[in-house]
């Protein structure tokens, strides 16, 4: 079988598409064909060597989607439409950037959809942070105004969706004026152009702050972020684009204002529900939701894949397909 492996960390020249022989499932695991996967900026880490407990070669790859080739227990059948995701994949043990993955059967979910793989690789691990960070984390309601902080991503752009469908006035961020019309297309109310102080634009219209911020960007926003909300609000922090996720000399009387709510979002640590995963599937075949798929490679193109990822200019989920 075809896969992309890493021998060690670096840029995207350092993929060496191989022939590989078809792993082979032991109880408990699966063999999967892998149809899709989306790309993930943790995999942009650790293709750079920044994620902890990565052992070189490894073939990189956080979720996938595709179909059962052998259940060595006989529970699913052959051809059963699969997701799946984290649970140390692509980091511990080899993941979905190759036709095949032997995956354990506690991250693997089956579905039914008649969407195309393409539509459907860009959706586990976007749909199960996005989800998970507005109503397990953040608790949305209607009639609130979010912040999204690194409105562009693919995970800003569909919990712009989310939120916007959830009755919530959404303001988004990006560092690029250029990109303001995509966020005002995908439904944002207003735009902000994020120069690392929000705090007093948001103040200058929302005099005591505004009810949530989903935090993309990470540490270098964050405390600027838990200005913007106002007493009792909170503030998400389910991404770091920028790269940094320690906050120095943390002292949280300073960093944090009084009865501000200050939470994470982390995939690694939720398991996702099924039901929701597939109800977000109809959603998406019954046009309530579009997905932001901004290219489709094949895996032989993995090198150009995590070249558009690191330029920044995708505004929407790269996916692969075998
Ligand atoms: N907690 C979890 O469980 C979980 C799960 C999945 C993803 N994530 C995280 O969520 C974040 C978004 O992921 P994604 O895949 O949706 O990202 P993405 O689509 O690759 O995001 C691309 C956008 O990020 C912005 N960006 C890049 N570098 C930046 C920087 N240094 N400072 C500010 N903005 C920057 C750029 O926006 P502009 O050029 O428009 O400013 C760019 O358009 C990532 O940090 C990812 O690791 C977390």
Redesign the pocket.
Known sequence: MKAAVLYQPGGPENFIMEERTRPVPASGQLLIKVKAFG????E??TRKGLSPGVNFPRVLGIECVGEVEFDPLGELTKGQQVAALMGEMGRKYDGSYAAYAVLPRSIVFPFKSKLPWEQLGAIP??F??TY??LHRALHIKTGETILIR????????LATQLAKNAGLTVIA????AV?ENILLQNGVDKVLI?DGALASKIKSTFKDGIDKVLE???T??LKDSLRCVKPGGTVCM??????QWVVPEFIPMDFIPATVNLT?????QIQPEATHFQEFIHEVEAGKIRLNVSRVFPLDQIKEAHQL?DS???????VVVP
């Open positions: 790309l993930n900026r943790s942009l880490m691990e976007m199960q942070t998970g960070s690194g409105g562009t991503s693919s995970i800003g752009m961020t990006t560092r690029n990109k994020d993309l960007i990470g270098t926003t389910t991404g770091m684009l920028s790269e994470v979002y982390d995939s690694g990822m920044n200019s995708a505004s929407g989920k790269i």
